[in-house]
């Protein structure tokens, strides 16, 4: 009875990642070394699977890693996509399609213990990589150069959420329970995320004042933009943009006031007011 729940978890699990359409590899199959360099500087060790001299890797696993979202069109055709990627694969298929472009795998994919595999050749160049290396000893596979394909950033605080699309560079707010929004311009740039990091930070003043500070960093020069926006009952009261920053600022100071950086000087603000206390040049 024991031996029979486990098969039927299985069999659960197989239904929720894969449709009933799937083709499984009953071959023998074994796991090898994957390490998976990324143009972002990420390094990636996974197991992936060696059938029949073909090497694969995990289609949804990669994508996800890769920043796109992941998903069934239908029974048998699977979807990795954002806005600056589309990656199709149809069970029983060789033929793929990359950004609308027909492509052949040379292999059609493999269901195996819950996962869905495709050649890593074909994911790794559809990821704008390339297969480098491959230890004939451990079976070691190397892919190099997978790019990061992220398009939207995320945060929350108090039942708002805040989001940075790359591809305008402003904040978007959303009243989770209303579904209102609001947009506050930011104008970040050339925002590339296999080069740029970007976060958004929340802090609360003693008088309640939301300070939300969002950093855009180049990891090659590592300055960095500080974007500072504080609220009050919700409300912009305040907003300060600083480009090329080297050394990490403190926004809240210990007496309480607020520092704003801008690019050519620092206004020392009044917690709870937001009056402006002070003006300094950089």
């Known amino acids: 009875m024991k031996h029979l729940k486990k098969v039927v978890v299985v069999a659960l699990v197989m239904s929720v990642l894969l449709p009933l359409g799937a083709q499984k590899s009953e071959a023998a199959s074994k796991y090898v070394d994957l390490e998976i360099q990324w143009a972002d500087g990420r390094i990636n060790h996974v197991q992936t699977l060696i059938k029949d001299g073909v090497t694969y890797g995990s289609f949804f696993s990669l994508g996800i890693k890769a920043g796109l979202v992941w998903g069934m069109e239908d029974d048998n055709t699977a979807v990795l996509k954002n806005s600056q990627k589309h990656i199709v694969v ?8 990359v950004d609308g472009q027909k492509v052949d795998m040379g ?12 050649p890593i050749r074909f994911l790794a160049s559809a990821l704008d990589g390339e297969v480098t290396h491959r230890d004939t000893k451990t079976n070691k596979i190397t892919v190099t150069g997978l790019s990061n394909y992220t398009d939207t950033f995320y945060g ?9 699309r790359t591809a305008k560079g ?7 329970s209303t579904g209102q929004k609001s947009l506050i311009p930011l104008g970040i740039k050339d925002m590339n995320v296999n080069i740029h ?5 929340f802090k609360r003043s003693p008088q309640n004042l939301l300070i939300v500070i969002i950093e855009h960093t180049n ?3 590592e300055d960095y933009d500080l974007y500072t926006l504080v609220f009050k ?4 009261i305040r907003k300060s943009i600083a480009h090329g920053v080297t050394d990490q600022q403190e926004i809240l100071n210990s007496d309480s006031t607020i520092q704003l950086i801008d690019d050519n000087s620092i206004r020392i603000i009044e917690d709870g007011s937001g009056k402006v206390l002070e003006v300094l040049s950089r």
């Open 90 to 97: 149809h069970l029983g298929s060789s033929i793929a399609e």
């Open 107 to 118: 292999t059609e994919p493999v269901s195996y213990i819950s996962h869905l595999y495709v």
């Open 156 to 164: 929350s605080d108090m039942g708002y959420t805040y989001v940075i």
């Open 170 to 176: 402003d904040l978007e707010i959303t009243n989770a």
């Open 197 to 201: 990091d970007l976060k958004i930070n």
């Open 219 to 221: 990891r090659k020069t």
């Open 233 to 236: 009952n919700k409300g912009l």
